[in-house]
């Protein structure tokens, strides 16, 4: 008997590539998304079938039904495609994605044999409760925006499959993880850890609050859920998340606790007084192109409390939210990771909200990392051509190994430099090297060609990768300068050491991106000979 068989639609997304890494192992699984498995770095697994499809769109979709179909179906299914963004407007995408889309997958799921859908829904979809009362099961998803209208139009639109599968409703709190991925909570962060003039001030008396559930209890949800299926009520709703919220005040306090090693006190702004300056932000920024995260919606949920009490849902699941990820017991995880790797912090937050911006070097640095083992192949291979045995002689005289290990060397103390904007740090391998070099009996020009080479191959990477769009700036500022200060740093030490200057036609100068975009010939010398 072979494993059993699920599909999950939006795989791509959060939740989805956290459940495949979980399940890959138990289930046969058919993952659909519109984004490719690369490029969301979604688990690869001989149990896992990828299937790039959008579910807007028909024909293509029926045709991956079709194939599992044929493949003899499969028992359940997770709906978690969705569309949702943070501006507040009745944006199309919500009708074409949460109900023509899911109307397209009910259709198709008629021919699969399903045991149970699944259907993922969101506590945000319904009416922030009474001041004091809470959200269970039975709570309507009655909100008012485009969002939360597409997802009380999906909820009902599953009773007129009934007699094809039986179904359920999830609604999740807000999602979370140690690397934050949760818009709001990253905005937060990025807000209250800044040296910005606004990076103490909470909106009202700072007690906007929801309730936050860590991705890794939402994935045990779900396979807990996968077990016990067979006995719930078609429809019926379950609560994916702690009881009670979190205010903004906790949050602000646990971060700066965490951040300054001391909490710190938050300034206070009367909501008469937030509403406008949320609008005239908001103008501001649609002239000039960049709206800010903060929308004039929001000001209506200042200091309103989205309190939930799933007890029924443990009591039916026999599961419950794991004490040690509580949001408020996982933000000193959350700013380790923000101060330790903020290049992989923007990353993950870049995927979860794609209006974020990140910085010209650390695109720059997520570009070369991402092209680190091909950078380094080809440096390693145009070292040891026969044509460069001359230009190259003593790196020819090197072990493979040594010769290995040291360009991963010069690599990986580039790209820390560009991370963290601290040119003097590649400065300062580059003295280290030199030296090294200079008692090995390299010839100068060895080293600094070896260098420019290593820049000339992250520089091709670089402009020719469709990410790299818009950093001629930044490579001229955070590449090419930092390897001229290394070169440079190279070309003193040999001058200290040897006890003789170098002329003029010795010095090497690496190119600047502009002569090798061919704006003009390049006259300056180089040690090799190259125009």
Known sequence: MGLPKVVITGASGFLGRHLLAVMKDRYRIYALARRSQRRVRAPVHP????????????????????????????????????????????????????????RNVLELSKGLGLKRFLFAGSLAASRFPPRGQALTEDSAPDGEQA?????????????????????????????????????????????????????RVLAGKGESAVPYLHIRDAVAFFLRLMEIHASLGDREVLIASPDGCVTHRDLFEEATAAYLG?????????????VPGLWARDLLGRALGERPFEKPWMGKYIDMQLRVDGS?????????????????????????????????????NRAAMKSVRVSRHLRIHQILEANEPLIIGKAIERFLHPKGRSRFASYHQVE??????????????????????????????????????????????EVCDALTTVLDLCQEILETDPHGKGLESGIQDYLVMTFRLGIDEVQDVYE?????????EEAVIPQLSGDRRGDGPDTRPHPSGRP
Request: glycine content about 6%; hydrophobic content about 35%; overall charge positive.
């Open 147 to 199: 969002y939360m209208v597409t997802k009380r139009i999906g909820e009902e639109m599953l009773s007129e499959y009934r007699s094809h599968f039986p179904s359920c409703i999830v609604r999740l709190g807000a999602l979370f993880s140690d690397w934050g991925e949760y818009p709001p909570l990253f905005f937060f962060l990025h807000t209250w850890l800044s040296q910005g003039w606004i990076r």
């Open 262 to 274: 001391k909490r710190d006190k938050p300034v206070l702004m009367p909501k008469m007084l937030c």
């Open 47 to 102: 149990n896992i079938s990828w299937h790039q499809a959008d579910i807007g769109v028909f024909e293509p979709l029926e045709s991956v039904f079709r194939h599992i179909a044929g493949q003899g179906g499969a028992e359940i299914l997770i709906h978690l495609a969705a569309y949702y963004d943070f501006n507040g407007d009745d944006n199309p995408e919500y009708w074409r994605t949460n109900v023509e889309g899911l």
């Open 496 to 504: 200290e050491l040897s006890g003789k200057f170098l002329t003029p």
């Open 400 to 445: 493979p190994e040594e010769l290995q290990w040291a360009v991963q060397q010069t690599f990986r103390n580039l790209k820390n430099a560009i991370r963290i904007r601290e040119k003097g740090l590649f400065k300062s391998y580059c003295r280290s090297l030199a030296e090294r070099r200079y008692r090995q009996g390299f010839r100068y020009e």
């Open 312 to 348: 029924r849902t443990r009591r039916r699941m026999n599961w419950s939210p794991n004490p040690r990820l509580d949001i408020v017991h996982r933000m000193p995880f959350l700013i380790e990771n923000y101060k330790a790797d903020p290049v992989e912090w923007s990353r993950r």
